[in-house]
């Protein structure tokens, strides 16, 4: 018996012959439809197409997953800050600048809702929690002393061991990069 894998690759194959149209060529007319919802697309498919629910299916999960797999770095850091959470741009900015100079090795890995800092492995997360405020969570270690403004991470985000919160670019100072490069150097 096939795969679900196999069975997806043979329907693939004969998209061409069933539908009238390649995957790619779907993949385009589903693109300039706009829809992003799987069922809207389906459902369009279908109706506006004649394509059997099984191909249609196919096709808007593919589309959907083209998508977003050519969702860009750029693309996800635009989007966190978007809206609302626009103003906190300028916080973000200047955090990445400073450290991004720490050295050639840092790699910003923008997610869908934080970005993450690397170097060997995470060292800290940037992200815009509420449309005030900026988190900064860091890669210090359990065993690392809090103060006021650098607390325990508890719930925030079991990736990091502390936060910091940020709403205003003046608090980018010295004093929260010696916290990013000590994370980066422990990285």
């Known amino acids: 018996m096939a795969t679900p894998e196999e069975m997806a690759a ?5 998209l061409p012959e069933k539908t009238g149209k390649d995957l790619a060529t779907w993949r385009t007319v589903v693109a300039d439809s706009g829809l992003e919802k799987h069922g809207q697309i389906v459902k369009m498919l279908k ?12 096709i808007a999960h593919e589309a959907r997953r083209t998508a977003a797999s ?6 996800l850091l635009t989007t966190q800050y978007a809206g ?12 990445l600048t400073r450290v991004t100079g720490f050295g050639d090795d840092v ?3 923008p ?8 170097r ?15 988190d900064v969570g860091l890669n210090l270690g359990s065993d690392h002393p809090t103060t006021d403004r650098l607390e325990a991470s508890g719930s ?29 150097e422990g990285a």
């Open 107 to 109: 790699e910003v890995a």
């Open 156 to 184: 925030f985000n079991a990736m990091v061991s502390h936060r910091v919160r940020v709403t205003d670019v003046e608090q980018v100072d010295d004093e929260l990069i010696g916290w990013l490069r000590e994370a980066y």
């Open 84 to 95: 609302p959470k626009a103003d906190l741009t300028a916080i973000r900015d200047a955090i």
């Open 47 to 58: 109706s506006e197409h004649g394509v059997s629910h099984g191909y249609a299916n196919l």
């Open 70 to 75: 050519h969702a860009t770095d750029e693309d």
């Open 10 to 14: 043979s329907m693939i194959q004969n």
């Open 111 to 118: 997610k869908k809702t934080y970005a993450s800092l690397r």
């Open 120 to 134: 060997t492995r995470q060292f800290a997360i940037v992200q815009p929690s509420t449309k005030t405020r900026v």
